[in-house]
């Protein structure tokens, strides 16, 4: 009897067994049916999207259309056009419920919420007043102030939200006093913000990177160290480095090119910029408003260091504490003797940082720092506990619309996932190529996928585990390797730095106050630009095998050179007629 119930048992589970590994193999392979059922159509959403954003500048809408039309692909089935219609709006419903409802998600709107009251305790305070003179100080010049924005981005390490979310309200006051556009100032952000949190040591992406970098390394079985191949593509980070080193050219030199050098000239004389034509940046423009203090309030560089000093230190310790529960509570046990052994190591540290939630870990280390700064404000009798928690409100409101974009973000994201947009463009593109030039067709088909997409994540998650068993086919010289595996990173961060559907590029520039696809039309010129220099000096003779102390300074030369080129002085100074200057 025994026997017989144990045969029952064991054949039960064999079931269940199959079962979940067929239901799992058809949600796997339905992506691929769907990109060779739907071919060249997988485009639609995407492209949707970014044109209708360039042309009507309501990114809501055009997300919320390009959502639309790929639930139109996926409902239609030769039946009635207003009920396929129908459908997809009832799926952009669905996708947005869903978007919303997963816990990392919410864990980002929950942060981004939160940071958003911060900065508003801060401003009521008086805190960004008193930092926003304190800079001013040494900020004597527009050059001096973007290099101080740049500086402090690269503080603000551990995360690209963060990044984006602190720097620009705090800085705003300052550019505007030395007159350097919006447009500029969120390209400083963006451009500090995913650039830098990818080549952290420790930070919020390292867990995904070095993840992605073990599976594919194991899928070819090939034993090596993950993370040990992550330090390696560090110097081979182009783009990364490249693009920090431009905005430093360029603030020295104080030369632009492109429709940025437009609104920095006009920025200059106190004129418009190309987002004061329309009504929602008329209301941005107003916002240094907003950064004054509550009536009374005499102006402290304290009431933003304490805030904002316990979000940045209480975010790498809820990092920490996150992963190191994560650790504890899990299989591995390595990563458990290194956190019993030696909790506070540098490795201990990297593993912890590499295993944290960092979308809990943000929202409750904003969350405390709103806490701590609503004490401050009582105690100091700046306001009530009661009024301190209506100025953490109102702060979030600011941040609402950023909120419902990111939503819409998420939601086409799903769509194009479904579609197989991403593994059309790959098996469209990736065909048999010489050695050399695969790291850079690996750069450019990230960036293809991270600008359609929205999505640095998701086109990491998708290439690294091609790129590496490509790369390792073709040449298995691990140099090689590392330069293709880096080339996936970088190109992930480029085209997602160019998107205008991508989460920091909406982030950078409402924390800059810059009309959102003003931001990113002003942007591209540069990323495109930094783009073809990472290509044709960077990846192109890597691929080749030249040595990266050779190849890193003549990219860095040649950005110089280029600016030198193509950029055209922005210093009012130079007396120069200002029509010429436009064209």
């Known amino acids: 009897m025994k026997n017989q119930k144990t045969k029952i048992a064991l054949i039960s589970i064999m079931i269940f067994m199959m079962s979940t590994v067929m239901a799992f193999a058809e949600e796997v392979d339905i992506v691929q049916v769907n990109a060779d059922k739907y071919g060249v159509l997988t485009l639609i959403p995407p492209i949707v999207a970014i044109v209708l954003a360039f042309i009507t500048k309501n990114v809501v809408i055009s997300l919320a259309i390009g959502i639309m039309s790929g639930g139109f692909i996926l409902n239609f089935a030769g039946i009635n056009i207003f009920y396929t219609i129908i459908q997809a709006f009832l799926d952009l419903v669905s996708r947005a419920v869903e978007s919303l409802a997963d816990p990392w998600h919410a864990g980002i709107i929950l942060q981004v919420l939160a940071i958003g009251g911060v900065i508003n305790l801060v401003s009521k305070m008086g805190g960004a007043k008193a930092i926003a003179e304190?800079?001013?100080?040494?900020?004597?010049?527009?050059?001096?102030?973007?290099?101080?924005?740049?500086?402090?981005?690269?503080?603000?390490?551990?995360?690209?939200?963060?990044?984006?979310?602190?720097?620009?309200?705090?800085?705003?006051?300052?550019?505007?006093?030395?007159?350097?556009?919006?447009?500029?100032?969120?390209?400083?952000?963006?451009?500090?913000?995913?650039?830098?949190?990818?080549?952290?040591?420790?930070?919020?992406?390292?867990?995904?990177?070095?993840?992605?970098?073990?599976?594919?390394?194991?899928?070819?079985?090939?034993?090596?160290?993950?993370?040990?191949?992550?330090?390696?593509?560090?110097?081979?980070?182009?783009?990364?480095?490249?693009?920090?080193?431009f905005i430093v050219i360029t603030s020295c030199l104080l030369k632009e090119f492109g429709p940025m050098r437009k609104c920095e000239l006009e920025a200059r004389r106190g004129g418009k910029s190309l987002a004061d034509g329309n009504e929602l940046n008329k209301k941005i423009s107003q916002e240094h408003d907003d950064l004054e203090p509550l009536e009374g309030v005499v102006p402290n560089i304290?009431?933003?260091?304490?805030?904002?000093?316990?979000?940045?230190?209480?975010?790498?310790?809820?990092?920490?504490?996150?992963?190191?529960?994560?650790?504890?509570?899990?299989?591995?046990?390595?990563?458990?003797?290194?956190?019993?052994?030696?909790?506070?190591?540098?490795?201990?540290?990297?593993?912890?940082?590499?295993?944290?939630?960092?979308?809990?870990?943000?929202?409750?280390?904003?969350?405390?720092?709103?806490?701590?700064?609503?004490?401050?404000?009582?105690?100091?009798?700046?306001?009530?506990?009661?009024?301190?928690?209506?100025?953490?409100?109102?702060?979030?409101?600011?941040l609402l619309i950023t909120c419902v974009i990111l939503i819409c973000a998420w939601s086409l994201s799903s769509v194009i996932k479904e579609l197989g947009t991403a593994k059309f463009l790959i098996n469209y593109l990736s065909d048999?190529?010489?050695?050399?030039?695969?790291?850079?067709?690996?750069?450019?088909?990230?960036?293809?996928?991270?600008?359609?997409?929205?999505?640095?994540?998701?086109?990491?998650?998708?290439?690294?585990?091609?790129?590496?068993?490509?790369?390792?086919?073709?040449?298995?010289?691990?140099?090689?390797?590392?330069?293709?595996?880096?080339?996936?990173?970088?190109?992930?961060?480029?085209?997602?730095?160019?998107?205008?559907?991508?989460?920091?590029?909406?982030?950078?520039?409402?924390?800059?106050?810059?009309?959102?696809?003003?931001?990113?039309?002003?942007?591209?010129?540069?990323?495109?630009?930094?783009?073809?220099?990472?290509?044709?000096?960077?990846?192109?003779?890597?691929?080749?095998?030249?040595?990266?102390?050779i190849v890193l300074p003549v990219a860095l030369a040649a950005i110089f050179a280029g600016v030198q080129i193509f950029g055209k002085s922005v210093d009012i100074n130079e007396e120069v007629n200002i029509d010429e200057q436009v064209q």
């Open 134 to 245: 304190a800079l001013s100080k040494k900020a004597k010049t527009a050059k001096s102030a973007q290099l101080i924005t740049w500086f402090a981005g690269l503080l603000v390490f551990f995360d690209d939200y963060a990044n984006s979310l602190i720097i620009g309200p705090m800085m705003r006051p300052v550019t505007d006093k030395m007159k350097i556009s919006r447009e500029r100032l969120a390209f400083i952000i963006d451009a500090t913000a995913a650039p830098v949190a990818g080549l952290a040591i420790i930070s919020t992406w390292i867990g995904l990177e070095v993840g992605l970098i073990g599976d594919a390394f194991n899928s070819i079985g090939v034993n090596e160290n993950a993370f040990g191949v992550f330090l390696n593509t560090i110097p081979f980070r182009f783009y990364n480095i490249l693009i920090l080193a």
């Open 432 to 549: 048999s190529i010489p050695a050399f030039t695969l790291p850079s067709i690996i750069f450019v088909l990230g960036a293809i996928i991270s600008f359609a997409t929205g999505t640095s994540y998701g086109t990491m998650g998708i290439l690294m585990p091609l790129a590496i068993p490509l790369a390792y086919s073709i040449n298995p010289d691990m140099s090689y390797v590392i330069v293709s595996t880096s080339a996936v990173l970088t190109g992930a961060i480029f085209g997602d730095h160019c998107s205008p559907i991508s989460d920091t590029t909406i982030l950078s520039s409402m924390g800059a106050g810059c009309h959102h696809i003003d931001h990113v039309r002003t942007q591209i010129p540069y990323s495109l630009f930094v783009g073809s220099i990472t290509i044709l000096f960077g990846y192109i003779p890597a691929g080749f095998g030249v040595p990266v102390y």
């Open 302 to 398: 304290w009431s933003a260091i304490i805030p904002i000093g316990t979000l940045i230190v209480g975010a790498l310790i809820a990092f920490y504490y996150s992963g190191y529960t994560t650790i504890m509570a899990g299989d591995n046990n390595v990563s458990i003797e290194i956190m019993k052994n030696a909790p506070f190591s540098f490795e201990a540290i990297r593993e912890a940082f590499s295993n944290s939630d960092a979308s809990v870990a943000l929202f409750q280390s904003a969350l405390f720092a709103g806490i701590v700064a609503m004490i401050m404000g009582a105690s100091k009798k700046m306001f009530t506990i009661s009024q301190g928690i209506e100025i953490w409100v109102d702060g979030m409101k600011t």
